[in-house]
């Protein structure tokens, strides 16, 4: 299994570098690290008293790794979950915060596991995800995936603003699909004439 160290440098390098795109809730973002979440964690780091886009912009990429390492994996105790979905469920955490365990949740509860879908990682939601994982660690990890596919769909479904992170000018899959499905085996990829069916109705 890949150490957490390395699948946060994936991460980082997934996310890029900074960006402020107006149709991102996230606002100023550089390689995944949102102005809020710098905010919330105090990170001045140019020492002018306030926390700012300049601070974004300063942002390193080990402090990114370092702070997805801490406060989007350790914190939310993704690893207590099984391995197989750890790697998938925090790179999930960065992009799209509580509802990446949400998406976990839901998902168990569909295999017949009973949880509460409220975002946190406790014994119960742990227990379950061991359970889940024990008859085909690989499959349980595919399915969230597809969760995790299904999840974007659905949101660029309600809000039109973010159908440009689900699907390109040209018709085919944008890079919220194609980050789901690096977390998915090849057999459960969609085609790119599926992905146009799914996505036909947005115009």
Do not use: C
């Not at 900074?18 to 964690?41: C, E, S």
């Not at 998406?103 to 061991?130: C, F, W, Y």
């Not at 974007?152 to 000018?169: H, W």
Request: no cysteine; aromatic share 8%; hydrophobic share 40%.
């Amino acid at each position: 299994m890949k150490s957490v160290q390395q699948i946060a440098r994936e991460i980082v390098a997934r996310e890029g570098g900074y960006v402020n795109d107006p149709d991102d809730p996230g606002g100023a973002t550089k390689f995944g690290v949102t102005l809020a979440t710098m905010r919330q964690l105090g990170l001045d780091l140019d020492h002018d008293g306030k926390v700012g886009v300049a601070d974004v912009k300063a942002l390193s990429r080990e402090q990114a790794e370092q702070i997805f390492v801490q406060h989007y994996f350790a914190a939310p105790r993704i690893d207590a979950l099984p391995e197989a979905v750890q790697a998938s469920v925090f790179d999930m955490q960065v992009n799209a915060g509580a509802n990446a365990v949400k998406i976990l949740q839901e998902l168990l509860n569909r295999m017949g596991q009973k949880v509460s879908v409220d975002g946190k990682i406790g014994p119960q939601t742990i227990a379950a995800a061991h359970a889940a994982a024990a008859a085909d660690p690989q499959l349980f990890s595919d399915a969230y995936g597809i969760a995790r596919r299904n999840y974007y769909y659905e949101l660029a479904d309600r809000r039109p603003a973010s159908r440009k992170y689900a699907t390109t000018v040209k018709g085919t899959k944008g890079g919220w699909i194609l980050r789901a499905e690096e977390f998915i085996s090849p057999r459960f990829h969609l085609s790119e004439a599926q992905h146009k069916a799914r996505v036909a109705k947005w115009g």
